[in-house]
């Protein structure tokens, strides 16, 4: 063989080795995201369903779910939403809605145990974000007086009748808009204002199962989400109706699943931690 010709098929396997080994770099080093967990933040009855589509299936309940969701980032562990108080679990009967038309929680099981479980302390919780401010989401925030809150600025300077819904102590970052959380685009809040003002939903890029978009109180079960349905409680018709075709957007430009946090039906089918999705 002609030296000549040799060096082009040296030439030829280090480029070979160049591809073969870009995607792996990129893998663990760039998006950092590893792997998320689903953990069961609560179980509830819904008393009537047309709280959250007027006019249909009146009179009707529903069982609901609460989830949080887990995230290991080769930067740090995130939390998504911390769900009804734990103290709730040590109620004999839950906690009954102040109207029997809301929801009456029950806790099986607290997030503090299934933290441990995985032997992950609450101190090791990076960063805490939360879909919006209502109890059945931030029941535990206090359990995180290190970690940095993530939420949107209009949704914690909302006024709340019962005052303030975070410690003044608390770190938080006051988000206007969407943000990337570890700067590598594998984690994005993506803001979908209208069931409160600051509500957001979060996209998260998976290596395996792909991209995911959990919903927060976008929308509360399927039906809804197929029939854009707007829950009579929300701040924003106009502005819910906008995010739903918001997360519709994502989900086309980024073939992403969108998983429904109170939807039981749905979460019946997921895999619950200690298993998780990578
Ligand atoms: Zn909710």
Redesign the pocket.
Known sequence: MEPSRRIEIAAAFVLVAGLLSGPAVAQSGKSGVERLYILNCGEGVAGDISRWSPGVNVGKSMDFVDSCYLIKHSQGWMLWDTGVADAIAAMPDGQRPPEPRMTHWRRSKTLAAQLAELGVKPSDIKFVAVSHT?P??IGNVTMFPQSMLLVQKLEYEWPSPVGPRFKPEQPVTKLEGDHDVFGDGSVTLVATPGHTPGHQSLLVKLPRTGPVLLSG?AVHFKENWENRRVPEGNDSKDRTTASMQRLADVIAKEHAQLWI??DKVQRDGQRMSPEFYD
């Open positions: 209502h059945d989401h109180d946090n109170h």
